[in-house]
């Protein structure tokens, strides 16, 4: 655990760590059934009525706003941890999410800040990015997964049906990136294999279409078309602007799907 | 659920947004029955207490400060307070034994890392109700519960050398708790 405990003896850190793995959970069950007579409660609770209605309205005011006015440019959009406009990016993204008020927007927003780490982790893989680029990316991606899982407290209506969309468009973004990193990974070793100068002119040659003479691991070019398939939802994926209050510039430029890979 | 997600749900359940307080109740109920569950043995006992727990928070959460004290320090209070209310309604006090023949036992050394493997995690649990208060209090917050010795020293209104202590005084009664318990069983 944390450096707090760093003068206990290996038997007390052991016993440390036994207590933190015995963390019992509350039986599914009755947590479920906790949980619905306390939103019951909450939301018949009437101290809140004029300023939950203000927090609301302020909050689609300013979505719209943010809307409107696309939030950012396209080059900070396009940026990439390490850029100067990448923490402008986050930044917009952060403000976004603080203010909805709203579960599905929300968790939509959500959705798409985690596409977006998706592509940056292709792109940074894409760029040559080493481990120490790709490593923290992955760890934002995973990061994003997790803050959009924690939305998916839905609490009315299909609220089973939009998981299971929330669940497949995860499964598919887990996918994406893999096969991306995969793709990359086969590229170098096609390259290693290929080119066997000692000095590794590390730049691919051309468009690094042509596989390696053997024919090994092809890297799919464009893998299965990442917002193609996407269950439901209005076609989730790459669209632009399909959702309200997304901060994604609108317009052309970014295309969310497929990262293109280095010429 | 990251830092950063919950400072923002914390923000809008103190605005009187009922889904963001759903959301702080998915966060954080584990660790309210667990602790709940180290000084109330019967489970559903401490289900009800666990409830209680969060629409006592939701009562109270317009006046909490995040500057004043850590969600988790302020959330825990609730809950020490509501088992005290659960003892209180039931004509009861709190399960305790006395641990100071266990603290006196050289438990570090006696309860070694095999047998500590060996003791289910059902045991270890059983085992806190054996300490006092405070001392399950500390030993949730610190393992099981994550929390920092400050955000401890915070929720207990204590300094963090007297958390420390204390920490190492529960789980040196625990360990020789679990050690007699084993002593038992095998002689």
Redesign the interface.
């Known amino acids: ?2 450096t ?1 405990n760093d ?6 850190q ?14 599914t069950k ?2 479920l059934a ?2 619905r ?3 019951r ?3 018949s ?1 009437t ?2 009525g004029a ?2 209605a203000a ?1 609301v309205r302020a909050a689609a005011v300013f979505t719209a706003g943010v809307t409107l006015m696309g939030t950012m440019s396209f080059a900070a959009a396009r940026s990439l941890p390490g850029d100067w406009l990448y923490d402008v990016k986050r930044g917009s993204e ?1 403000m976004v ?2 203010v909805l ?3 599905a927007l929300e968790r939509s927003v959500l959705v798409r800040i985690a596409e977006r780490r998706a592509e940056e982790v292709s792109r940074i893989a894409s760029d040559d990015g080493g481990e120490d680029r790709v490593g923290p990316a992955l760890e934002r991606f995973r ?1 994003a997964v ?2 959009m899982l ?2 998916n ?1 839905a ?1 009315g209506g299909d609220a089973v049906e939009a998981e299971l969309r929330l669940l497949g468009r995860i499964r598919e973004m887990n996918r994406e990136v893999q096969e991306r990193l995969e793709a990359v990974v086969s590229d170098v070793a096609g390259e290693q294999m290929n080119g066997t100068s000692p000095d590794g002119s590390g730049a691919p040659s051309g468009g690094s279409t042509e596989p390696p003479e053997s024919g090994g691991p092809q890297a799919p070019d464009s893998p299965s078309s990442p917002s193609g398939p996407g269950p439901g939802d209005g076609g989730s994926g790459g669209t632009q602007g399909d959702d309200s209050g997304q901060p994604a510039p609108s317009g052309s430029g970014e295309s969310s799907g497929t990262p293109q890979k280095k010429p | 659920m990251s830092e950063r997600h919950i400072e923002k749900l914390i923000a809008r359940a103190v605005a009187g947004d009922a889904y963001a307080f759903g959301k702080l109740y998915d966060s954080y109920v584990d660790r309210i029955y667990a602790y709940v569950r180290s000084r109330i043995t019967s489970p559903h006992d401490a289900e009800d207490v666990t409830e209680t727990v969060f629409l006592k928070a939701w009562e109270a959460i317009s006046s909490y400060d995040d500057r004043g004290l850590p969600f988790t320090a302020w959330l825990f209070r609730i809950a020490r307070n509501a088992i005290v209310d659960g003892y209180r309604r039931a004509g009861r006090s709190p399960q305790t034994v006395d641990v100071s023949a266990a603290e006196s036992l050289p438990a570090a050394d006696c309860v070694d890392d095999a047998v500590i493997g060996a003791v289910e995690a059902a045991r270890v649990r059983g085992a806190l109700s054996a300490l006092t208060d405070e001392q399950a209090a500390v030993v949730v917050m610190r393992f099981m519960w994550d929390m920092s010795l400050r955000d401890v020293a915070a929720a207990l209104g204590k300094t963090e050398g007297a958390i420390k202590a204390m920490q190492h005084r529960a789980l040196r009664a625990l360990a020789g708790v679990l050690a007699e318990e084993s002593n038992d069983e095998h002689g």
């Open positions: 655990m944390s707090d003068d206990l003896t290996p038997g007390l052991a016993l440390a760590d036994a207590l933190s793995e015995s963390r019992e959970r509350m039986p009755a947590r906790a949980r007579r306390i939103l409660a909450v939301r609770d101290r809140w300023q939950r927090f952060n999410v603080a008020p709203d579960g990061i997790r803050d924690g939305a407290g609490d």
